[in-house]
């Protein structure tokens, strides 16, 4: 199967996860901007999933543009990475409806940790597609950031039992770390 057929299948999933998600909003109860202050967890909530999500799809993007082959290995752990994504409106929508409980942030981190176990292994069956001297291998490198996320998501999760506020920064924090497209892909797809 073509990388383009992949590529569109997983955006395709994408844009439903953030539908989904945007269709858990709800709508406040009054026209006063005060109206949406007992909102603003859910709010945060969906801001940082939406991030995330966005992340995923942008990292997704640059993996498979400098990616030659896809193997069924590939298309199954493109799935299983899907997966873990389909479940962030869930685990979003938990968390925000109860944003001190300890709980439902912990599922959250579970759900980014195995969401990042899932991009990483996407990445390995790319690399293995590809062979040895393939450009993706190449261009991931030490991979700093993938290896700092899951110990942030661990922290996380860790702290939920604490303070699940304060894990909730632990998984913004992890976000920020992504929020600029990974250089080491974008430097191998001018080149």
Request: charged fraction near 10%; aromatic fraction near 12%.
């Amino acid at each position: 199967m073509g990388k383009g057929r992949l590529e569109a299948f997983s955006d395709g999933v994408i844009a439903i996860i953030i539908t989904i998600m945007v269709l858990e909003l709800k709508v406040p109860q009054g026209p006063a901007l005060a109206a949406l202050v007992p909102l603003t967890p859910v709010l945060l909530s969906y801001v940082l999933s939406f991030g995330y999500v966005g992340i995923y799809w942008n990292n997704h993007h640059h993996m498979l543009s400098i990616s030659h082959k896809v193997s069924g290995a590939a298309m199954w752990a493109n799935l299983h990475l899907l997966f873990w994504l389909s479940l962030f409106p869930f685990a979003t929508a938990w968390m925000g409806e109860n944003h001190a409980a300890a709980a439902p942030t912990a599922v959250y981190g579970v759900v980014l940790l195995m969401a990042a176990v899932a991009y990483w292994i996407l990445q390995q069956a790319l690399v293995v597609a590809d062979g040895y001297g393939s450009a993706l291998r190449r261009a991931i490198g030490s991979d700093w950031k993938g290896k700092l996320s899951p110990v942030l998501y661990l922290a996380g999760i860790a702290l939920t039992f604490w303070q699940p506020w304060a894990a909730q920064m632990v998984y913004a924090l992890a976000a920020l770390l992504w929020l600029i497209p990974d250089q080491r892909i974008e430097g191998a797809v001018e080149r």
